[in-house]
């Protein structure tokens, strides 16, 4: 039987490691991310002060802004009351210690796990995200600008259709380098194979790393290839 599983992902622009580890509900851990992190250094007496880069790395855990990582949750006993009950708390708990309702740069993240993976599948997934898009952004901006909207032209969470894919200097299929969008929805529903629908998907096939900019998306389909679930 497949077991579909889902977790979560909070980014807070605010949060410090240090004052919330020991406060999160059990399963819950909290990481270090580069998309989040920022140059603020916050002391014992909640004291900042700035750091340079190479600071940064060298004191994560009195850095401002960090990422908490839900536990992985199985879809046949998903505990829906008990996961909004830990959601609330979690988001009282870094509002407590700073975070605002609205920032520039924090964001959540859903991920769900894709046991097995078919031409159909990818193709059905674009094409519920194009219809779709808007809605997400509707939800997911809660009446305000959504994530990087202004602050970073919407670098880590551009649209699919239209003008959302980025722009990049990729080899066309003759080998040479030329200035070409990362893909477009029609591309991928006409593909005729697995292989071809990650080609034309920022070319994944010819390019598998972790850090590939397709992955920027509101709907990214990369991180199936990456750690098997859809984002």
Known sequence: MKTYTVGMEIESEYCIDVF???????????????????????????EKSRMSS???SSDPFYTMGSEIISPVFNVKDFDLTK??????????????????????RSGIHIHVGLPEV???????IIQLGRYMED?????????YQFRGQFFNKCLYCRPITKKG?????????????RLIQLF???????????????????GCTRDRQRWHPV?????????????????
């Open 184 to 202: 477009n929805v029609h591309d991928l529903l006409s593909a005729n194979s697995i292989v071809q629908f990650w080609d034309r998907y920022g």
């Open 165 to 177: 894919p980025q722009v990049f200097y990729l080899n066309d299929d003759e080998g040479n380098e």
């Open 83 to 104: 996961i909004r009950r830990d959601l609330c708390y979690i988001t009282n708990l870094i509002q407590e210690n700073g975070e605002p309702e609205k920032t520039w």
């Open 54 to 56: 190479s600071q940064r």
């Open 135 to 143: 809605v997400f952004f509707q939800i997911s901006g809660q009446g």
């Open 20 to 46: 919330v580890r020991d406060k999160l509900p059990p399963g819950w851990q909290i990481v270090h991310d580069a998309s989040i992190k920022s140059s603020v250094r916050v002391n014992n007496l909640g």
């Open 215 to 231: 992955r920027y998306s509101w709907l990214n389909l990369y991180s199936i290839l990456y750690r098997g679930t859809l984002e």
């Open 118 to 124: 078919s031409l159909y599948r990818l193709k059905s």
